[in-house]
């Protein structure tokens, strides 16, 4: 097995740092790689994403992002600008489906905008299509009207389309996770408007069928939105479009309180991934050690048990994370009254304590690093 380990800008170094470090207590074997991306590979190579670090993640069974980005690099050309090297890598790795899991810790539901008792146990899983819909559609454009409400007038538009084996490949992505955990799949979509919809929905059924033991619903996109902060709880796996899943899963994301706890992965056919916190480089507390690195280490959990069939170490990491909460240690933002206040690396080293203690004190190392 292959890691790709690219820290990023800001605070991705410092979390990373943390991820590398619980995965080098694990009973595993595998190889790391390191390599520059964002703001720091165009500082060094003149590109966010140069070949060297493209080739590496592409050979690699999996890829650890920190994140990318900082403010003074905003005047740059768009394709230079450090956040294109994550398009890039998803473009280039054909990463169609992401993972956002939201999950709220009994230890955290006060850090929640709802109430702790709609959020308690909160674990539910937002599957997005990432490279399809109205995002990447063609034809899109301006140009004058010719019909329309108002022929003549200057005008945008964008396509909405999904071809079938797109939404055959993420039904079969939603059902396959979905048999992992409680066996329910919600398919969010607008059918009663768009057609792209009403044909997303015909091979969800379609493709449900080949999963029997996996109960299929549908709900359209307006009432998901109200559910998921109505009652988050009914949702097991929910499954939509690339647009309705990126607003739906930054809403789910929210529930759970910080979004320095939330892990996220991006797949292709071939299982390779891409894991990475759901937040980005925070350029306002980078450098100062106060940076929550749990999100990045539920990556690596989130990577273990999809791109690298390591069930058991993913199922120790995520119990070593709730034993160090249960513990009382916070870094700063999810932080409260009665808790201990912790840097970066004292969660870190909290979390691999936890996971020493559970061999009983015994680790085993074997990773090559370069
Ligand atoms: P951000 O997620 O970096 O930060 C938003 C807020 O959350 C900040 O106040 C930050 O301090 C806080 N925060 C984020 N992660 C945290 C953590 N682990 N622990 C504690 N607090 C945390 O979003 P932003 O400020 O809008 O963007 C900053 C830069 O990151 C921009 O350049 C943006 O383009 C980039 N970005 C990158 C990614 C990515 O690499 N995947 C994603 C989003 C944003």
């Keep these: 097995m292959k890691i790709a380990i690219l820290p990023g800008d800001g605070i991705g170094t410092e979390i990373v740092a943390e991820a590398v470090k619980v995965l080098n207590v694990l009973d595993l074997s595998f190889e790391t790689e390191t390599a520059l991306v964002g703001g720091a590979a165009y500082e060094a190579h003149g590109h966010p994403l140069p070949e060297s670090t493209l080739n590496l993640a592409k050979a690699a069974d999996a890829v650890l992002f920190g994140a990318v980005g900082d403010w003074k690099y905003d005047k740059l050309e768009r394709a230079l600008r450090p956040e294109q090297a994550i398009l890039g890598l998803r473009k280039n790795l054909g990463l169609f489906a992401n993972f956002r899991p939201a999950i709220c810790y009994e230890q955290l539901t006060h850090a929640s905008s709802l109430k702790p008792e709609l959020v ?6 937002i599957i997005r299509e990432l490279t399809g819909d109205i ?4 034809p899109r454009g301006r140009r004058t009207a010719v019909d329309g409400l108002f022929p003549g007038a200057e005008e945008a538009f964008d396509t909405m389309r ?7 490949r993420i039904a079969h992505v939603a059902f396959q996770a979905a048999r992992r955990r409680n066996k329910r799949v919600t398919s969010v979509d607008k059918a009663n408007v768009l057609e792209t919809f009403q044909f997303w929905k015909d091979i969800m059924i379609e493709v449900g069928q080949q999963y029997p033991d996996v109960a299929l619903d ?33 809403e789910a994301a929210m529930l759970t309180g910080s979004i320095g706890m939330l892990p996220s992965a991006s797949l292709n056919d071939r299982n390779q991934g891409l894991y990475e916190p759901s937040h980005g480089s925070a350029p306002d507390i980078a450098g100062q050690g106060v940076a929550n690195p749990l999100a990045t280490i539920l990556s690596v ?20 994370v709730s034993a160090v909460l249960s513990a009382g240690l916070r870094t700063g933002d999810i932080w409260s009254e009665g808790t201990k206040r912790v840097g970066t690396r004292e969660m870190g080293d909290a979390v691999v304590a936890a996971l020493v203690a559970q061999t009983g004190g015994k680790t085993i190392t074997s990773i090559t690093t370069s």
Aim: charged share 25%.
């Design 120 to 125: 308690a146990g909160l674990d539910i899983l």
């Design 162 to 168: 999904y071809s079938r084996p797109e939404v055959e």
């Design 135 to 138: 995002y990447f559609g063609q």
């Design 301 to 320: 959990a989130m990577m273990l048990r999809y791109s690298l069939n390591q069930t058991e170490a993913a199922d120790r990491i995520e119990s070593a």
């Design 218 to 250: 549908h709900m359209y996109v307006d009432n998901a939105a109200m559910q998921l902060v109505k009652a988050p709880k009914k949702f097991d796996v929910v499954v939509t479009g690339n647009m309705f899943g990126d607003i739906l899963s930054d």
